[in-house]
């Protein structure tokens, strides 16, 4: 029996894992969830799972999570705000814990769990992009184990050898090869793409994700985050990255050999086998995913992404390349301009362009430590938030 704790798990990816937990009460026992103010789904979470602790990070939603499990006799302990979230992270009855907060706001309870030499499910993947060195060195100082949850990372981890050692190099690998579905507008004419809306934008085609990733799928800024994400987990080089288009979302990556080999790792689109592979990991447990109908797929299309069209997607591999903080303000600004389009007070098209203009007016330093790096993501969020601020005003948005 494994201990459990889940973070942001009302999320799509939190539901998707007590989904699988669920198949199997006899090997996990959930200890820990948390959620930001979701109260109705954590209640009925905590009544399902029993667990010892529930956060709500906004202090307001953990009293009436209290009062409602108190009605409802249910004796699990409530916490709130980030101090809540890093109990949780860290608890010892936890030897696993599934990082699937959205943001940069999961960087510090992810960051606790792995401290606390947890065996870390990593979903939240601005994480790595917010902290990528640090982290990864927290990682080692700590002997915690990263295994990655998002769909492409996975799959790449199921390719590559089981040997460790430096760099990408180990083991003849030659490349990573991310596959993306392009998103929703990976066809629609350029010159509608200023004025699709939030719903259309999570519309997302194979796959069904929270309303931020979803955005970032059809900016390919969530392809330009797993760039990142990917640089960090397998010591990759930005050239030793390419991102395929490929519609379908079966292939989920691939890692080519120095002898021209290329594993894939195919599968339907459900986020619940990578979660499987990596709660059991390495033994192999069902997930409650169909069995893939090749027949039915009949066929799988490749493309080289369209820069033009997604401008986000340059701008990450910018970022890698300018290193140090880049990526820090790359996905603050990216934060706040993904809220303000949802809220609808940007257009689709100046997601890219508010990121852009936020990385110009901040220069890039080298990463010192913790500290430093969330003051520059603050200062991100602020400017980021003054080029929305002006481009509403003079657009008359909002
Ligand atoms: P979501 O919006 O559906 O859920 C986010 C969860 O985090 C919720 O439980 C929410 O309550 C919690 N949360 C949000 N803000 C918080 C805060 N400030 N403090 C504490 N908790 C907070 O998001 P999701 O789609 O499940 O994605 C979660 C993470 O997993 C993201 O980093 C995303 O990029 C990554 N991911 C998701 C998918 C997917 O299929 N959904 C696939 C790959 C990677
Ligand atoms: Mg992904």
Redesign the pocket.
């Known amino acids: 029996m494994k201990g459990l704790t889940v ?10 894992t007590l989904d699988v937990v669920a198949r199997h009460p006899d090997k996990y026992r959930v200890i820990a969830l ?5 109260v109705e789904t954590m209640l009925v979470q905590c009544e399902r799972f029993k667990p010892t602790i529930a956060v709500m ?1 906004d202090p307001d939603a953990a009293n009436l999570l209290a009062k409602g499990l108190n009605q409802r006799g249910v004796a699990t302990e409530v916490l709130s705000g ?1 101090r809540g ?1 890093e109990i949780a992270a860290a608890i010892p009855d936890a030897e696993i814990v599934m990082a ?4 940069a ?2 960087l510090l ?1 992810a960051l606790a769990a792995v401290r606390a030499g947890k065996r870390l499910l990593l ?5 790595l992009v917010v902290a990528g060195s640090l982290f990864m060195a927290e990682v080692a100082a700590h002997a915690a184990e990263i295994l990655p ?3 492409e990372h996975n799959a790449v981890f199921q390719c590559l050898p089981p040997s460790g050692g430096e760099g990408l190099t180990r083991g003849g690998v030659k490349r990573i090869l991310l596959t993306a579905s392009g998103g929703p507008f990976r066809t629609t004419p350029l010159a509608q793409l200023a004025d699709v809306t939030p719903a259309q934008a999570c519309a997302h085609p194979n ?8 955005v ?1 799928s059809a900016t390919m800024m ?1 392809k330009g ?1 797993e760039v990142i994400e990917a640089h960090w987990l397998f010591e990759a080089k930005a050239e030793e990255i390419e991102v395929v288009l490929h519609p379908q979302s079966i292939i989920h990556s691939m890692v080519e050999y120095v002898d021209g080999s290329v594993l894939a790792q195919l599968g339907n689109p459900d ?1 619940r086998t990578p979660i499987a592979h990596a709660l059991a990991w390495p033994q192999r447990i069902d997930s409650g995913v169909a069995s893939l109908d090749l027949f039915q797929v009949a066929r799988l299309d490749f493309d080289q992404p369209d820069l033009q069209r997604y401008p986000c997607l340059k701008l990450a591999y910018q970022a890698i390349q300018a290193g140090g903080t880049a990526s820090v303000i790359l996905n603050a600004a990216n934060e706040v301009a993904v809220e303000a389009f949802l809220s609808e007070r940007l257009a689709f098209t100046e997601i890219a362009w508010v990121v852009d203009e936020t990385l110009q007016r901040l220069a890039v330093e080298k990463v010192e430590d913790l500290d430093s790096l969330l003051s520059i993501d603050r200062e991100g969020r602020a400017i980021a938030e003054q080029v929305v601020q002006n481009r509403v005003l003079s657009s008359g948005m909002g």
Not at 7 to 16: C, Q, R, Y
Not at 100 to 103: H, L, P, R, S, Y
Not at 207 to 214: E, Q
Request: glycine letters at 14%; aromatic letters at 2%; a negative charge.
């Open positions: 973070l942001g798990s009302t999320g799509s990816i939190g539901v998707s948390t959620a930001n103010r979701d990070a980030l979230l699937a907060i959205v943001g706001a999961g309870p979903a939240n993947k601005e994480a949850i998002d769909s796959w069904d994700m929270g309303r931020k990733i979803s970032d969530n985050l986020m």
